[in-house]
């Protein structure tokens, strides 16, 4: 049955403090905890003083990266990279040194129109394209099995973002036809199971993708605004939108479990942050020919922003419940080159354990995105400051 995040109140038991948090469970027998605005996490958990692994800025061409899409760590060490530029899978030993290529350019089997993301279980990684195609391989460079692209009827633009049990993979999918709130236009997504034929099965949960507001009597989709959020593991999911603190957390088989709530006091959008977004989408458009360069010059200062930032902008979800949540960050889904989207200041992310407990922040550094998160490391994309792009793996300490 599929469930909707919604802003609905729910009929509580009697609330318990623990800690700084309030924990109680709803009717449904949902585990409910909140923090006030004073909350404190536990500890302050930190990286290493210098990486475990640096990969990239070296003169070996298989080392040179370009829009990297994914990076995963495997139990012995070896590091795995979803390389957009080249629409492949290199495979690195953990002393940083290139194995194999997995995959290549195309739209055959093992092959990839646009790479972009990278999912693992085990040491079998599967690699996502555009098209929502997904190869999965041995680490060894065989290819296992190749799932068509997932599809569901009513609904477009379906985007495979976890592997659930067995064959099966979560697929996020945009519902074909928006709700109506007040004056706004909420257009709704949708986390379905798709086997492994790419059916979507059974929904688990639908949160709003993002909501329309009338503009000179036309929907239009205000940049920097909240939007929907979903990670999912092969053991659980959470989402939520991110106009307030508020995510919950499902079992595989769509039921609610956790719902976490935090107090966070709202702030303006910043015209730096108006100014990024401008900024990338000329930066889009700088090899186009000079009239459409003009015409999208004189468009982004007519663009219509959201009053009040998002409170948070990424998930991150280990198979063992512990969930990541990033801070706002203004770069996040926009178009351009990589390396000017990514946060130019360190980030702040809350950590929290699989039944709410909000066990730590980690401060991650400027000019770094992380892609996985392990017990004891972080490994993500790096950028410096000619704009190279590094993988990079952190240790962690928690």
């Known amino acids: 049955m599929r469930r909707y995040v919604s802003s609905a109140a729910c009929a509580l038991s009697a609330w318990a403090a623990v800690g700084h948090a309030q924990v109680a469970r709803d009717s449904a027998g949902v585990r409910l905890v909140s923090y ?36 995963v760590r495997l139990a012995d060490g070896r590091v795995a990279v979803a390389n957009g530029g080249s629409n492949e ?36 990684l599967v690699g996502v394209d555009a098209d929502s195609r997904a190869h999965v391989f041995e680490p060894g460079g065989r290819l296992v099995r190749s799932l068509r692209p997932a599809r569901r009827e009513g609904s477009r633009n379906p985007q495979r973002i976890g592997l659930g049990a067995g064959h099966t993979s979560y697929v996020l ?88 709530s935090r107090d966070v006091a709202p702030r303006a959008i910043r015209e730096a942050e108006r100014a990024m977004v401008r900024k990338a989408y000329l930066d889009a458009n700088r090899d186009a020919p000079p009239p459409v360069r003009q015409q999208m010059a004189t468009a982004v200062q007519a663009f219509p922003f959201a009053s009040t930032a998002p409170v948070f902008s990424r998930l991150l979800l280990r198979s063992d419940g512990e969930l990541w949540v990033s801070p706002f960050d203004p770069g996040v889904g926009l178009p351009g080159p990589a390396a000017p989207l990514v946060s130019s200041s360190p980030q702040t992310w809350s950590v929290f354990a699989s039944d709410g407990t909000w066990l730590a922040e980690v401060r991650l550094p400027p000019r770094f995105t992380p892609f996985e998160v392990g017990r004891d490391y972080v490994a993500g994309v790096a950028f410096d400051a000619d704009d190279v792009e590094r993988v990079v793996v952190w240790g962690l300490r928690r």
Do not use: H, M, N
């Open 36 to 71: 006030p605005r004073s909350a404190k996490p536990r500890a302050t958990w930190s990286l290493s003083a210098q990486p475990l692994l640096e990969i990239g800025a070296t003169d070996d061409a298989a080392s040179e990266f370009t829009a990297v899409r994914g990076v």
């Open 89 to 124: 899978i290199r495979l690195f030993s953990r002393e940083g040194q290139f194995l194999r290529s997995l995959g290549r350019p195309g739209s055959g089997p093992g092959e990839f129109r646009r790479i972009i993301r990278l999912l693992q279980r085990g040491d079998t």
């Open 173 to 260: 999918v945009t519902d074909g036809s928006p709700s109506a709130e007040g004056q706004r236009r909420v257009i709704l997504q949708t986390l379905t199971v798709a086997d492994a034929a790419g059916d979507s099965l059974d929904p688990v949960v639908t949160v709003p993708g993002y909501r329309a507001s009338p503009i000179d009597g036309t929907p239009a989709r205000l940049l920097l605004d909240a939007v929907g959020v979903v990670a999912a593991s092969d053991s659980s999911v959470c989402a939520g939108y991110s106009d307030r603190f508020v995510i919950t957390c499902y079992d595989r088989a769509g039921g609610a479990r956790l719902r976490i």
